[in-house]
């Protein structure tokens, strides 16, 4: 198989919570005349999130986010950008009890995004993976961080300003790091406590980036705590938003150098080296992958389109 074979095979769709037909336009934010016109338009699209959860119609396996859910009472927002050459805002009905009589034309229902990612539109994924991360920013950072003060929104909800020492507070994003471990064609991956028993998922390893750390350090260092595996070169291969609440999956491709597994006990259920056919047979031999929106089904799929 020739090299530019290869590529062809791998997988091109978007990553599911990716949306780059999401124009930010971040110069809006800084003029407040801007977004009031824009917040009075009648064609702005706006969404609805209420304690995690955002206003749909559909279920799991067909959703469609509702986009005219325009708050009929005052609530945080946040302008999100421009989407279809309309501006998209989202609104924080989180303080209202009961969140459609909060709206200006209740229809539809509050489901979990995780919940029904997977059933909507790519791109709609996107945007409101985006409304999720800013929105659960925003509610967490009415004090100020240096002197404690109330700290209300500015620039379209993209800052948090404190009200008593001016101190500026950004969204954070917290970097992590996903990666393939292999040693040759066969594949290191493992089964974290926080996957279910029932499903007996296998998955690539992961952690968090730490202050002062390079992310292949990183992706060293979680290796060898996990699964005590030295691993030599490291290289990217994609990204994936994951706010829930607050991180970047930053993916790799890591080339490992030694095959003894000693398992971190308190990180891992277990793990395991896997042959290309024992992933092709993972049915008969009781094992699953992870979800095929995933970045760590993308990376375990992508090493195995290049062998
Ligand atoms: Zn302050």
Redesign the pocket.
Known sequence: MSVNHMRDTQPTRPLLYTNEELDRAGHHREDPDWIAAARANPSAYWIAYWRGQFLIEGDASAARAVFDAAPSLSAPFVFLGLWHNQPVFAADLSPHADPLAALARPHGHFAELRAIAGGLPGPEAGVLATARGLLWWQARHQF?G??G?ACMPERAGHVMR?T??A?EHFPRTDPAVIMLVHREDRLLLGQSHKFPVDRNFFSTLAGFVEPGESLEATVRREVFEEVGVHVGHVSYEASQPWPFPASLMLGFRAEALTDNITLDPNEMRAARWFTPDDIANRHALGFNLPPRDSIARRLIENFLATL
Request: glycine content about 12%; overall charge neutral; proline content about 0%.
């Open positions: 100020c240096v002197c003060g404190c008593a020492c101190t």
